[in-house]
């Protein structure tokens, strides 16, 4: 499908060309609110696109619900946003959408008392909610409550296993006087499709939050449980990494990754050639200090960073969202903010990209290649064999 040259995005939903970038990109219509934030997409078994976020006064808001837009195959327009959740008295935030078994959509997310004037963070008071689809998006179920401990956050879907085994990446927000410093990641395990759930602590995760889970592969091209967790620091200084070598069981110590983080969300996930992709903001505070969260607050640019050794390191990075331009100090006062990004790939092997945009006027949505991240076609390899063949 050809699309229009960009000259600038429009918040209707129009999908454009971006000839510089390479890339296809649309605002996805904003709606009557405020406040956008903390995208997820889907695609349908129909092969069209979701986009879900959480969207309101402000974060934390009492009306701050999930919303979600579709973009049909073959169409080049986003559709205005219809509601998926709806209690006005809790704050509604971070959906993620997995497709179930027999062509069900769940759309989960957090649920919490809205902010009081006395208590602005009321992320300790939080619980998760499903709701589901079974029209492709269309229609929604009403709510359920399917982890009720309160405190309890998600971001990244419930991954499925090679073995079948469901994981579900979770961290426990406490009252802390630290600011969120000492949240801890867990993961939720069922192995039964999600009737009944055991929950996995990580050890030594205290701060590294946001796990996104991603099953690698072996030298030799098989999956044997080797999964590895990439995860946000309150500190704003590295993306972490955690493995497990049992499917999720147990898990290691988190240790940081070569990427910078600005104690904001990233996506990871695996893709096709074997490759892990992350989604993040290639910025951190200056001055780390231990066991202390920290605010830096330089969400831009938002880039895609990809590895050939299970995330050790991360030698082919491409910046997909430059902002208004600036780097270095000025980035600190002249761009907006970029943030949350959310990564997936399709069936066609194209991969699509989410974000708050212009802080929080909206979302952005933009499509692209393995190889306009890479620069350079190559064949599909296990994550371990970086000597494979490339072509240009």
């Known amino acids: 499908m050809k699309y229009t040259v960009l000259q600038g995005l429009t918040p209707d939903g129009r999908v454009y060309e971006n000839a510089v970038m390479g890339t296809v990109e649309a605002m996805l219509p904003p709606g009557p609110f405020a406040t956008a934030h903390g995208p997820a997409l889907l695609e349908t078994e129909a092969g069209d696109l979701l986009c879900c976020w959480f969207a309101g006064t402000y974060e934390g808001s009492a009306d701050c619900h999930v919303i979600l837009s579709r973009l049909d195959k073959d169409s080049d327009q986003w559709s205005e946003p219809i509601d998926v959740s709806s209690d006005p008295e809790r704050s509604e935030q971070n959906p993620g959408m997995f497709a179930a078994p027999g062509g069900e959509i769940w759309a989960m997310y957090t649920s919490q008392e809205g902010r009081r004037p006395d208590k602005d963070n009321m992320q300790f008071t939080s619980v998760v909610k499903k709701q589901v689809s079974r029209d492709g998006g269309r229609t929604w179920s009403e709510a359920e409550t399917i982890f009720p401990r309160e405190g309890t956050f998600c971001r990244q879907p419930i991954q499925v296993l090679s073995n ?14 630290d600011g969120l410093s000492g949240d801890p990641s867990v993961f ?167 974000f708050a945009y212009q802080t929080r006027r909206g979302v952005k949505w933009m499509s692209f290649t393995e190889e306009d991240v890479a620069g350079a076609k190559r064949q599909k390899v296990g994550v371990y064999n970086p000597t494979a063949a490339i072509t240009i």
């Open 164 to 177: 079948g085994r469901w994981i579900f990446g979770n961290w426990i927000c406490t009252d802390s006087a």
């Open 188 to 354: 939720q395990i069922s192995d039964d499709q999600g009737k009944t759930w055991r929950q996995v602590d990580m050890p030594g995760s205290n701060g590294r939050v946001h796990p996104n889970v991603v099953e690698l592969i072996d030298k030799d091209g098989e999956f044997r449980g080797h999964l590895a967790a990439f995860m946000r620091s309150r500190e704003a200084d590295f993306i972490y990494r955690s493995e497990s070598f049992d499917f999720g069981d147990t898990w290691s110590v988190p240790k940081p990754t070569p990427l910078p983080n600005n104690n904001s969300s990233i996506s990871a996930i695996r893709l096709n050639s074997g490759r892990v992709a992350v989604a993040y903001n290639p910025t951190c505070t200056p001055e780390p200090v231990k066991g202390k969260a920290a605010w830096p607050g330089l969400r831009c640019p938002v880039a895609v960073a990809l590895s050939e050794d299970g995330g050790l390191t991360f030698p082919l990075i491409r910046y997909m969202e430059l902002g208004e331009g600036y780097m270095g100090e000025e980035n600190r006062t002249n761009n907006r903010q970029y943030e949350y990004p959310y990564i997936m790939q399709a069936r066609d092997g194209r991969l699509h990209l989410a």
